[in-house]
């Protein structure tokens, strides 16, 4: 009995530890399980399967028509006269329609061609979406240091207060500077539970997208919170983005398919012959070699009204407009370069005399005015301010790192892949 209750405790304390002891995701782990279970990624690829499918489609050819055909049946029951097949005639043929111009090559090229346009436009979703789950895995990073500074600006305040409840029971400092050293503490305990309210945030967003019911507690995220100061040119960046772009392809495709569509067009408007061929048998003709008879024919639509005018015109159109969009989508890649280079160059301007200078000088600051104010060098409120310059610079440098990062998964997304990490 005791045995068993020894194993009763154990195995769930082991599985309460496994769980705890569950290792943070890296963006490769992040960004493998968002493709194998994100369900709007996954819709995406079907339609590629489908257009695939209609390759098949474009690549019949016409069915033959059997047709079969009696007369002649000898009927008159007044007669009493009854015979079904004496001096009938049976008839049975077969016809084909013959596709001139190529037509069937074309409609399969038309087809392929649909199918690189579904396969550029679900590496465009891919695009969109990757930048979203990079913008929820930067967001998770962010909030996790925001939160970690949160926690150290308390745990930081909290030694300052034990130090000055002993200079007040030594009778050092008032009675009202106490109270309102303690009143500030309320400024960090709601930035600690707004940092951690914004982490499960982020958190949650990011499981969404991963299609994931992990449960919050116990997912994590790592990864390195810096940037990168290095920054190649932005004619680097457009000429990545004018060969890598899916968008950009898929306009590119677009433009071809109108032209391969408008040569179908011209295609269909040419004569299409029927070949038919028929074999006959006839009991009651008086010539006897002319009982079994073949024949062939060949069937010739006229077309004067009809010659696809009105497909060829629509269809040349098409090309016009789809070369139109084609450098609409050309001036917009170049204008979402441009956009987010000069975003995340704003954003490395700003940064760097932060890690250069600004985040050493509020530790700086903040040390020595705690060590004057401690032996009645300055006052409080100079302390409280420094503290307060302090907890904003390091603040204002997370977020900054944050605004970043934001900034070059922009810069990725504008260029059509990751460029910058």
């Known amino acids: 009995?005791?045995?068993?209750?020894?194993?009763?405790?154990?195995?769930?304390?082991?599985?309460?530890?496994?769980?705890?002891?569950?290792?943070?995701?890296?963006?490769?782990?992040?960004?493998?399980?968002?493709?194998?279970?994100?369900?709007?990624?996954?819709?995406?690829?079907?339609?590629?399967?489908?257009?695939?499918?209609?390759?098949?489609?474009?690549?019949?050819?016409?069915?033959?028509?059997?047709?079969?055909?009696?007369?002649?049946?000898?009927?008159?029951?007044?007669?009493?006269?009854?015979?079904?097949?004496?001096?009938?005639?049976?008839?049975?043929?077969?016809?084909?329609?013959?596709?001139?111009?190529?037509?069937?090559?074309?409609r399969m090229e038309s087809a392929e061609k649909g199918t690189l346009i579904a396969e550029s436009s679900h590496a465009d979703l891919e695009r969109t979406l990757l930048f979203d789950l990079r913008g929820g895995f930067v967001s998770t990073l962010q909030a996790k240091a925001v939160l970690q500074l949160a926690r150290d600006n308390l745990a930081y305040y909290d030694r300052v207060l034990e130090i000055s409840r002993n200079r007040f029971d030594a009778g050092d400092i008032a009675q009202i500077d106490l109270d309102r050293l303690e009143l500030q503490r309320v400024q960090y305990e709601s930035d600690l539970q707004t940092a951690e309210e914004n982490l499960e945030t982020a958190k949650i967003q990011l499981l969404t997208l991963l299609n994931s019911r992990t449960p919050i507690d116990q997912f994590d995220v790592t990864g390195p919170f810096d940037f990168r100061d290095q920054l190649m040119p932005r004619d680097g960046f457009r000429k990545i983005a004018l060969d890598t772009r899916p968008d950009l392809k898929a306009a590119v495709e677009a433009v071809d398919k109108a032209q391969t569509d408008h040569k179908l067009a011209v295609a269909n408007g040419s004569t299409d012959p029927t070949w038919s061929a028929w074999y006959t048998h006839n009991s009651s003709n008086n010539n006897p070699f002319g009982v079994n008879t073949l024949g062939i024919s060949v069937s010739i639509p006229v077309r004067i009204f009809d010659r696809n005018q009105g497909e060829k015109l629509r269809t040349q159109l098409d090309i016009r407009r789809n070369e139109r969009l084609r450098d609409a989508a050309e001036a917009a890649v170049l204008s979402d370069v441009d956009s987010s280079y000069a975003t995340l160059k704003s954003n490395l301007i700003l940064l760097r005399p932060y890690k250069a200078k600004y985040l050493q000088q509020s530790v700086r600051v903040r040390d020595t005015i705690l060590f004057s104010y401690q032996h009645g060098g300055t006052s409080l409120l100079d302390f409280l301010n420094a503290q307060s310059e302090y907890r904003t610079v390091q603040l204002s440098y997370v977020n900054l790192v944050g605004s970043c990062l934001s900034a070059a998964n922009q810069l990725n997304l504008a260029v059509g892949r990751e460029v910058v990490q």
């Open 1 to 106: 009995m005791i045995r068993y209750f020894g194993w009763a405790v154990f195995l769930p304390l082991t599985l309460c530890l496994a769980v705890q002891a569950q290792e943070p995701w890296t963006w490769e782990k992040v960004r493998a399980r968002f493709e194998q279970n994100n369900p709007t990624l996954l819709a995406g690829k079907l339609s590629i399967d489908e257009s695939k499918a209609q390759e098949i489609t474009a690549f019949f050819r016409p069915n033959p028509t059997f047709t079969l055909s009696a007369d002649g049946t000898q009927i008159a029951p007044d007669k009493g006269i009854w015979r079904p097949f004496a001096g009938t005639l049976e008839s049975p043929s077969i016809s084909y329609l013959h596709e001139r111009q190529h037509k069937r090559e074309l």
